[in-house]
């Protein structure tokens, strides 16, 4: 069907950092994304925004409007 399909809890993970990075993920945030992954797994959404939060990802967010 064209329609790209994506595991659960990386495409919640993806909405997350969009969230709270402001910003759509690149191919330079594949790092960020496998740690929030890991952290994720572990049953803990906190241990997921947290990897984020401490990521260099997070101090390159997006100032002003959401993507």
Do not use: K, N, W
């Amino acid at each position: 069907t064209g329609v790209q399909t994506c595991a659960l809890p990386i495409c919640f993970l993806r909405h997350v950092f969009r969230y709270f990075a402001g910003r759509y993920e690149t191919e330079a945030d594949a790092c960020v994304l496998q740690q929030m992954e890991t952290a994720f797994e572990t049953g803990s959404f906190f241990a997921a925004v947290e990897a984020l939060y401490t990521s260099d990802a997070f101090l390159t967010r997006a100032q002003g409007g959401r993507p």
